[in-house]
């Protein structure tokens, strides 16, 4: 069966970075994208972008751009997200989700990691 | 704030039926295909709906999708006290090069 499992929880200073892994099984990971959507406490999901476990080609939503940095290891079926400079608002659980193109529609999403920015 | 609008919270009874709107423009809902997505807080999203009125296997058929103009409709019949959970419009916006949210509609099964 499908499943994408995240890393655990972290807890981070303002203006460290952050990485999140996403390990993929149960299907062809270099097939899919790969998108990462963020969700603030009581908000809706916001999509931060995508990459491509095939090529390696990515893009990012303009809000995260110069922040952000998608990467995966098809050796091991893992997509990362760093997201760097972090705020006290990116206190946030950031998802891996699966995407059979670009634009959206993401039928298997990881369980989340929780990411607490707090000095 | 939000590109694409959804109505904050929607109530019905058990067995009764409750649709949900997403109101966009031509650059997002008009043009390109929208997802639902299910969610329990505490849990992930969960898909719904995909391509406006499509269900991903094992979504029962109580769920349906439509499109019309720059809206797009959730429909849920036979309302269950398991459905109660926050409904999201997704859909990709060619203006914004991007994939985009609704705000959420919060479902109350009274």
């Known amino acids: 069966q499908v499943q994408l499992v995240q890393s655990g929880a972290e807890v981070k200073k303002p203006g460290a970075s952050v990485k999140v892994s996403c390990k993929a099984s149960g299907y062809t990971f270099t097939g899919y994208y790969v998108h990462w959507v963020r969700q603030a406490p009581g908000q809706g999901p916001e999509w931060m972008g995508w990459?491509?476990?095939?090529?390696?080609?990515?893009d990012y939503a303009q809000k995260f751009q110069g922040r952000v940095t998608m990467t995966r290891d098809t050796s091991i079926n893992t997509a990362y997200m760093e997201l760097s400079s972090l705020r006290s608002d990116d206190t946030a659980v950031f998802y891996c989700?699966?995407?059979?193109?670009?634009?959206?529609?993401?039928?298997?999403w990881g369980q989340g990691t929780l990411v607490t920015v707090s000095s | 704030q939000s590109v694409l609008t959804q109505p904050p919270s929607v109530s019905a009874a058990p067995g009764q039926k409750v649709t949900i709107s997403c109101s966009g423009s031509n650059s997002n809902t008009g043009n390109n295909y929208v997802s639902w997505y299910q969610q329990i807080p505490g849990t992930a999203p969960k898909l719904l709906i995909y391509d406006n009125d499509k269900r991903p296997s094992g979504i029962p058929d109580r769920f349906s999708g439509s499109k019309s103009g720059t809206s797009a409709t959730l429909g849920i019949t036979g309302l269950q006290t398991g459905d109660e959970a926050d409904y999201y419009c997704?859909?990709?916006?060619?203006?914004?090069?991007?994939?985009?949210f609704g705000g959420g509609t919060k479902l109350i099964v009274l």
């Open positions: 990459i491509s476990p095939n090529s390696g080609g990515r």
């Open positions: 997704e859909t990709w916006d060619s203006s914004l090069s991007g994939v985009v």
């Open positions: 989700a699966r995407g059979y193109t670009i634009f959206g529609s993401f039928d298997f």
